[in-house]
């Protein structure tokens, strides 16, 4: 017999579990089956993110020609977004670096729980040092706070937590249609803890809305993949 799953716990709970619903959230949490949706709405930018991936192969600076023809599949609408996406990672991304082999979705914790999710791209530079880049797609504008404040910061580093080994990490956020771009340099031993202090805090709030899943019908209901057999919709 298969062993159950550990309880799922994505960027999105982290970051809004007071505010989603707790009947998806509690189904999300323990990793309920639920009806396939389609990945359309991410088809450009999981294919920048892919393509990305293997500009920096070996180590190098990213190449506008790189990404010439690499998504003719694309629909014409797709493919602008796709041409524009990339034309501003090459402008805004022009050190050398070469791409870590890592698990992209996953990374355990104790107490049964995994962290679910893509956290952006890890990559070393010429002299072996650590860097993320967080890529967003037409994201509404960030709050003006530090980036080591953002839920997808703490994420990306939760994520990579043992990569990181207490390094300081060059982190670089960038959104690749609006072109904006914030970096920093943290140094992962001195956060660390306030790091886990918050993920803790944020896994009670988890805990406390799944152990009273009430439907909370919204705009989110457009989206969710347990809307068979939900209360709030019969
Ligand atoms: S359909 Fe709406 S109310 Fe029902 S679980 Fe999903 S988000 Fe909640």
């Not at 107490?111 to 952006?120: K, P």
């Not at 890529?135 to 997808?152: D, H, K, M, Q, V």
């Not at 886990?196 to 799944?210: A, S």
Request: hydrophobic fraction near 40%; charged fraction near 30%; glycine fraction near 6%.
């Amino acid at each position: 017999m298969l062993e159950d799953p550990p309880a799922k716990v994505t960027l999105g709970h982290l970051a809004r579990a007071e505010r989603m619903c707790a009947r998806r959230l509690k189904l999300e949490h323990g990793n309920t089956r639920a009806n396939w949706t389609s990945n359309g709405r991410w088809r450009v930018s999981n294919r920048v993110t892919e393509e990305v991936r293997l500009a920096h192969t070996d180590l190098a600076a990213p190449r506008a020609d790189r990404f010439d023809g690499a998504a003719r599949d694309l629909t014409t609408e797709q493919l602008a977004v796709y041409e524009l996406a990339t034309r501003w990672y090459v402008t805004l991304f022009t050190r050398p670096v070469r791409v870590v082999d890592e698990d992209q979705w996953g990374t355990d914790l104790p107490g049964d729980l995994r962290l679910v999710g893509r956290a952006g791209l890890a990559f070393t530079d010429a002299d072996d040092r650590p860097e993320i880049r967080l890529l967003s797609f037409g994201s509404p504008p960030a709050a003006p706070i530090a980036l080591i404040e953002t839920p997808a910061v703490r994420f990306a580093m939760l994520r990579r937590v043992e990569w990181l080994h207490g390094r300081s990490v060059r982190v670089a956020v960038a959104d690749l249609v609006r072109g904006t771009f914030d970096e920093d340099t943290i140094d992962t031993s001195a956060v660390m803890p306030g790091i886990d202090e918050w993920l803790q805090t944020r896994l009670d709030v988890i805990r406390d809305r799944v152990a009273n899943p009430v439907p909370k019908p919204g705009l989110e209901c457009a989206w969710c993949p347990y809307i068979a057999g939900c209360e709030a919709h019969r």
